[in-house]
C-alpha cells in the first residue's frame, strides 16, 4: 500500500490540517486485482477548507473525521463512503460541526451511502454484501447546528452524546432557529451506531440543534446499534425517512424538537425497541414536534418491540399513522403524570391511526404511571383513543416514494 498526500492543485479544494493535533487528509492508493480499478480516498482528523467528494471513489473514513465551522463538504450523487471500524469513543464518525454544512444531494438513481468498511459494495452500486442484521460496524452521521434546544440549567448550547467532552467541535444549539447546515437528501447510512454508556451513543443520524434552513429529505438508516434517526431539539423539518431494524428506537425526539416529520417509516428488526420514543424539554424552553404520515412496522421476533413512549413531558402531535405487524401486547404508552397531564392539557395530541392487529385499536394506548403515581386521564386514555384510533389494513406514509432504498431492493421484502 502506498500513501501520498494530495497534489498541490487538488489539494486547493481540500485543508492540510495546521494543528499540532489535527489530522492531514490523505489520499491512499489501495492495491487492486484489476488495472484501472478506483483508488480509494482516506479521510481522517479535521477538514477546515471546502471538500467535495466524487463518485469515482470509494472514500474511507478513519476515526473521527470532523467537518469545522465556515467550511462545507460536497457530496456527489452516486458516491460510497465506508468507515473503518472502531468501538465507543474511537468509532469512525463523521461529524459536521456547528457553523459547518453538509451538502449530501444523491438521487432516487443514485443515492449516497454510508457504510462499513467491511461492506464489499462497489463503485456504481446501490446493494452491499451486509443485511441489515449486521450492525455496530462504525459510527454514523452527527449533524450539529445553532438552532434552540431546551437543555437541562437551560444553557444555550451543550456536547453532543458520542464525541468526547474536550472536542468542540461536537457542541450544538444556539438562538438561530434558521440555521442552516446545508442538505442532506436520498443518502442511505447502514451498519452504524456505538454505545458508549447509558445515555451516550452514536445514533445512525443523529440531528443536534439542526434549523429549518437545513434540508433532510429521503433518507435510510438500516442496521443501526441504537436509534435509527435521534432530533436533540432544533426545529429542521425532514420527510420521507426510512428506518429499517434499528437496535433501540426508530425515530427519537428529545429536548423540544419543534419540526415537522412528514411520510416516514419504520421497519422494526428482531432486536429493535420502539418504533417511536419521545421526550419533551429538559429545561424551560418548550417546543412541541408534529409526525403527520408515518407506517410503523414491527417484527414477530422483537420481543422488547413497542410501538411508541411518549415520557419525561413529551409535547407534539402525532397523525395519520399506519401501525401494523406488533406482538399482542404491546402499546403506546404516556409513561408518566407528566406527560399524562400534557395530554389532557392538549400538549400532547394523536389523531386517524389506523392499526391491523388487535381486534379494537383503541386498546393499545396505555396510560401509565411512575413511582407513587395513579392513573390521572378520565375517562381512560384507552378510553379516548377510540375517537382517533380505527382497525384496517392500509393507510400512514405513502410508500412509493421508498423505492430507491435498500429496504426496497432487499429479498427481505419490507417495502414493496
Known amino acids: 500500500?502506498?500513501?501520498?498526500?494530495?497534489?498541490?492543485?487538488?489539494?486547493?479544494?481540500?485543508?492540510?490540517?495546521?494543528?499540532?493535533?489535527?489530522?492531514?487528509?490523505?489520499?491512499?492508493?489501495?492495491?487492486?486485482?484489476?488495472?484501472?480499478?478506483?483508488?480509494?480516498?482516506?479521510?481522517?482528523?479535521?477538514?477546515?477548507?471546502?471538500?467535495?467528494?466524487?463518485?469515482?471513489?470509494?472514500?474511507?473514513?478513519?476515526?473521527?473525521?470532523?467537518?469545522?465551522?465556515?467550511?462545507?463538504?460536497?457530496?456527489?450523487?452516486?458516491?460510497?463512503?465506508?468507515?473503518?471500524?472502531?468501538?465507543?469513543?474511537?468509532?469512525?464518525?463523521?461529524?459536521?460541526?456547528?457553523?459547518?454544512?453538509?451538502?449530501?444531494?444523491?438521487?432516487?438513481?443514485?443515492?449516497?451511502?454510508?457504510?462499513?468498511?467491511?461492506?464489499?459494495?462497489?463503485?456504481?452500486?446501490?446493494?452491499?454484501?451486509?443485511?441489515?442484521?449486521?450492525?455496530?460496524?462504525?459510527?454514523?452521521?452527527?449533524?450539529?447546528?445553532?438552532?434552540?434546544?431546551?437543555?437541562?440549567?437551560?444553557?444555550?448550547?451543550?456536547?453532543?452524546?458520542?464525541?468526547?467532552?474536550?472536542?468542540?467541535?461536537?457542541?450544538?444549539?444556539?438562538?438561530?432557529?434558521?440555521?442552516?447546515?446545508?442538505?442532506?437528501?436520498?443518502?442511505?447510512?447502514?451498519?452504524?451506531?456505538?454505545?458508549?454508556?447509558?445515555?451516550?451513543?452514536?445514533?445512525?443520524?443523529?440531528?443536534?440543534?439542526?434549523?429549518?434552513?437545513?434540508?433532510?429529505?429521503?433518507?435510510?438508516?438500516?442496521g443501526n446499534v441504537d436509534d435509527g434517526v435521534e432530533f436533540f431539539g432544533g426545529t429542521v423539518n425532514a420527510s420521507n425517512l426510512l428506518v429499517w431494524a434499528q437496535g433501540d428506537d426508530g425515530l427519537d425526539i428529545d429536548q423540544a424538537y419543534s419540526g415537522t416529520i412528514t411520510n416516514s417509516v419504520v421497519v422494526a428488526g428482531n432486536i429493535s425497541d420502539h418504533a417511536l420514543e419521545i421526550d419533551g424539554p429538559e429545561g424551560s424552553l418548550n417546543g412541541a414536534f408534529v409526525i403527520d404520515g408515518l407506517t410503523i412496522i414491527g417484527s414477530a421476533d422483537a420481543s422488547n418491540g413497542e410501538y411508541a413512549d411518549y415520557r419525561d413531558g413529551a409535547q407534539g402531535a402525532t397523525n395519520n399513522v399506519y401501525a401494523t405487524g406488533f406482538q399482542d401486547g404491546k402499546d403506546v404508552e404516556l409513561d408518566n403524570n407528566g406527560v399524562a397531564q400534557n395530554y389532557i392539557d392538549g400538549l400532547v395530541s394523536f389523531s386517524n391511526w389506523v392499526v391491523n392487529g388487535p381486534a379494537e385499536a383503541n386498546s393499545i394506548f396505555v396510560e401509565k404511571t411512575g413511582d407513587g403515581e395513579s392513573t390521572i386521564?378520565?375517562?381512560?386514555?384507552?378510553?379516548?383513543?377510540?375517537?382517533?384510533?380505527?382497525?384496517?389494513?392500509?393507510?400512514g406514509a405513502d410508500l412509493t416514494v421508498f423505492g430507491w432504498t435498500f429496504a426496497a431492493a432487499s429479498t427481505s421484502g419490507v417495502i414493496d
Open 1 to 222: 500500500m502506498k500513501k501520498f498526500f494530495l497534489s498541490v492543485a487538488f489539494a486547493s479544494a481540500l485543508l492540510v490540517s495546521c494543528g499540532d493535533d489535527d489530522q492531514p487528509i490523505v489520499i491512499t492508493e489501495q492495491p487492486t486485482e484489476t488495472p484501472g480499478e478506483t483508488v480509494n480516498g482516506t479521510l481522517t482528523g479535521e477538514i477546515n477548507e471546502d471538500l467535495t467528494l466524487t463518485a469515482d471513489t470509494i472514500w474511507e473514513l478513519d476515526g473521527r473525521v470532523t467537518v469545522t465551522a465556515g467550511n462545507t463538504l460536497t457530496i456527489e450523487p452516486g458516491t460510497i463512503i465506508k468507515a473503518f471500524a472502531g468501538q465507543e469513543a474511537n468509532a469512525s464518525v463523521l461529524v459536521i460541526a456547528r457553523g459547518a454544512k453538509i451538502e449530501a444531494n444523491g438521487t432516487a438513481t443514485a443515492p449516497i451511502i454510508m457504510t462499513s468498511a467491511a461492506d464489499g459494495i462497489a463503485v456504481g452500486q446501490t446493494v452491499g454484501t451486509l443485511d441489515e442484521n449486521t450492525r455496530g460496524l462504525w459510527g454514523g452521521l452527527i449533524v450539529l447546528g445553532r438552532a434552540p434546544i431546551s437543555e437541562d440549567g437551560d444553557i444555550e448550547a451543550t456536547q453532543i452524546e458520542g464525541i468526547p467532552a474536550d472536542d468542540t467541535n461536537g457542541l450544538y444549539g444556539g438562538t438561530d432557529a434558521a440555521d442552516d447546515s446545508g442538505t442532506i437528501s436520498y443518502v442511505s447510512i447502514r451498519h452504524g451506531g456505538t454505545l458508549i454508556g447509558e445515555g451516550n451513543e452514536i445514533n445512525g443520524l443523529t440531528l443536534g440543534g439542526v434549523g429549518t434552513g437545513t434540508t433532510v429529505d429521503h433518507v435510510e438508516v438500516v
Open 377 to 395: 386521564i378520565t375517562p381512560s386514555f384507552t378510553d379516548q383513543a377510540a375517537d382517533w384510533a380505527t382497525t384496517g389494513t392500509s393507510g
